[in-house]
């Protein structure tokens, strides 16, 4: 199932490997996982609720 996304990295990811997730999009969801073990869990989120968390998340002030 998650073999046949495309991934990709969050733009905010950075490039020494540390904190980094990936995300796919399908049909009815987006898929994330940590991109250090892409064998590993998957979250999934209905795409609703992830429109939801990214607007909240760009609405929170960045300290």
């Known amino acids: 199932m ?3 996304l495309a991934w990709f990295k969050s733009s905010y990811s950075g490039s020494e490997g540390g904190d980094c997730v990936e995300v796919a999009t399908g049909p009815a969801a987006v898929h994330v996982r940590d991109s250090k073990d892409p064998a590993g869990p998957v979250l999934v989120f209905p795409a609703e ?13 960045v300290e």
Request: glycine content about 0%; overall charge negative; aromatic content about 18%.
């Open 49 to 61: 609720q992830w429109s939801a968390f990214v607007a909240f998340a760009a609405a929170v002030p």
């Open 2 to 4: 998650t073999s046949e």
